[in-house]
Nanobody
């Protein structure tokens, strides 16, 4: 059974920082990604990390402010969010892509991030 457990969300003032975590268990995966969805908006790609090799990829709106890292031993991905803006307010989801797949098939329950102005 695949489990993705996010943590670390909360309320922060604009300009502040937060770090999210996502712990995965249950099956092997090739990529882990972060997505977010704000009320009334479509889900947005935040970034991802290739588990073997550690290559990272970022969406345009967060590039330069957010950093993805991983702890292989803990099967955990992190999202360090700096210089937060009110428009970063959303529910943040982590997801995994299994080897050979071209989409993210497993998703966490989400964690709320609220940035006040």
């Amino acid at each position: 059974q695949v489990q993705l457990v996010e943590s670390g969300g909360g309320l922060v003032q604009a300009g502040g920082s937060l770090r999210l975590s996502c712990a995965a268990s249950g099956r092997a995966f090739s990529m882990m990604g972060w997505f977010r969805q704000a009320p009334g908006k479509e889900r947005e790609f935040v970034g991802s990390i290739r588990w073997s090799g550690g290559n990272t990829y970022y969406g345009g709106s967060v590039k330069g402010r957010f950093t993805i890292s991983r702890d292989n031993a803990k099967n955990t991905m992190y999202l360090q969010m700096n210089s937060l803006k009110p428009e970063d307010t959303a529910i943040y989801y982590c997801a995994i892509r299994i080897p050979g797949a071209d989409r993210y098939d497993y998703w966490g329950q989400g964690t709320q991030v609220t940035v006040s102005s």
